[in-house]
T-cell receptor
């Protein structure tokens, strides 16, 4: 991976609303796209990932979509809860499996 | 997933000194990595810790400043040498299997250099 752009840098929502974080990448060889959640004082935790042969993946309130043609992928969180508040990182990796990370999105869910 | 522990969890150090951070994994893993996360920033790969041989460093990181050891498949250390305030960061240990994609992170070591 070479470069990953992540937006927005900060996202503030009300409890129950949806949150969407978007990432774009430039390396056509990228084929693995994980998302990590980092709570204050902790290390990043993998929450969901998607591979290039899949367009969408869902796990309860979390979903990720991938558009390989446009080289962008997104994280969708529905029915947000205060415990969803954290910094979220997208990443992409190619054949070496070493990920390149985005700059992170600070999600704040207001009760 | 692997359970990763790091010691110390945090430290405050004086400039010019060195700190060694330990990473322990609860299972044998092929790949171990060290990352740096500066305040409010993303994760930057420092090096890949290779068992029984010298670590592979990324551009901008050198062995004299960040010596790494990996004596076996479950343990690695990262030393931050001759520290300056610019070294204040979170240092993260990460692991994965050889042909696996998923990478797991330890809780991090929060370092403040005065």
């Amino acid at each position: 991976g070479e470069n990953v752009e992540q937006h927005p840098s900060t996202l503030s929502v009300q409890e129950g609303d949806s949150a969407v974080i978007k990432c774009t990448y430039s390396d056509s060889a990228s084929n693995y796209f994980p998302w990590y959640k980092q709570e204050l004082g902790k290390g990043p935790q993998l929450i969901i990932d998607i591979r290039s042969n899949v367009g969408e993946k869902k796990d309860q309130r979390i979903a990720v979509t991938l558009n390989k043609t446009a080289k962008h992928f997104s994280l969708h969180i529905t029915e947000t809860q205060p415990e969803d508040s954290a910094v979220y990182f997208c990443a992409e990796a190619g054949g070496s499996y070493i990920p390149t990370f985005g700059r992170g999105t600070s999600l704040i869910v207001h009760p | 997933s692997a359970v990763i522990s790091q010691k110390p969890s945090r430290d405050i150090c004086q400039r010019g000194t060195s700190l060694t951070i330990q990473c322990q994994v609860d299972s044998q893993v092929t790949m171990m990595f060290w990352y740096r996360q500066q305040p409010g920033q993303s994760l930057t790969l420092i090096a890949t810790a290779n068992q029984g041989s010298e670590a592979t460093y990324e551009s901008g990181f050198v062995i004299d400043k960040f010596p790494i050891s990996r004596p076996n498949l479950t343990f690695s250390t990262l030393t931050v040498s001759n520290m300056s305030p610019e070294d204040s960061s979170i240092y993260l240990c990460s692991v994965r299997g050889l042909r696996e994609e998923t990478q797991y992170f330890g809780p991090g070591t929060r370092l403040l250099v005065l």
